[in-house]
């Protein structure tokens, strides 16, 4: 491989970063926040960015297309990149970046499973006791669990209608009624 060989850009990095930010727009909509009781703390909005990273990356993992799986795999590196800026922009010390980072992955990874898991069980009981689990550590406000499972079985069936040429270009809608 050589030493141009480490220099060589990823598959679908820009891209995978143009996904990923268009994400995390959509989970800072200020609707989440006030409509759906999301509560608005650190933890609260890495939930929501969490959340919304975990349906496009189960939307591009399902895909058939070749595609997919990279592209899946650039958002993940795009959003642990960003973690990582963050944390350091904070004030971090370089020496537990590495642990925190390693703690963050840990929880989007069982976040993504569960939500997975939920997602493939039909009706939303399933989802909300998962967003109830996750969003809230165990106590929603009323009525806020089954509110934010129809968003998100909204927002994954739209992820799904769209088209994966568009989402490899970095276009991704979270547009509840997006074709």
């Known amino acids: 491989m050589g030493l141009l060989g480490l220099l060589r850009r990823k598959p679908f990095e ?11 727009s959509a989970a800072r909509a200020p609707a989440l926040f006030e409509h759906h009781a999301i509560p608005d703390t650190l933890e609260g909005r890495f939930d929501a960015i969490a959340l919304h990273v975990a349906l496009l990356v189960h939307r591009l993992r399902h895909d058939a297309d070749a595609r997919g799986a990279p592209l899946a795999q650039a958002v993940f590196d795009a959003m642990f990149a960003d973690m990582d800026i963050s944390l350091r922009e904070m004030g971090v010390g370089d020496m537990s970046i590495g642990k925190r980072v ?6 989007f990874h069982g976040r993504a499973r569960a939500y997975e ?6 009706g939303h009981a399933s989802l909300e006791d998962v967003l ?17 499972a129809a968003r998100v079985r909204a927002l994954s069936a739209g992820l799904r ?8 270009r970095g ?9």
Do not use: H
């Open 14 to 24: 820009r891209t995978g970063f143009e996904l990923y930010t268009t994400t995390v």
């Open 102 to 107: 390693k703690r963050m992955w840990e929880a």
């Open 117 to 122: 898991a939920a997602l493939d069980q039909p």
């Open 132 to 148: 109830v689990r996750n969003i809230w550590s165990g106590q929603a406000p009323e009525g806020a669990a089954a509110l934010l």
């Open 161 to 168: 209608r769209q088209r994966l040429d568009d989402l490899a």
């Open 171 to 179: 276009q991704v809608s979270y547009d509840m009624g997006a074709a």
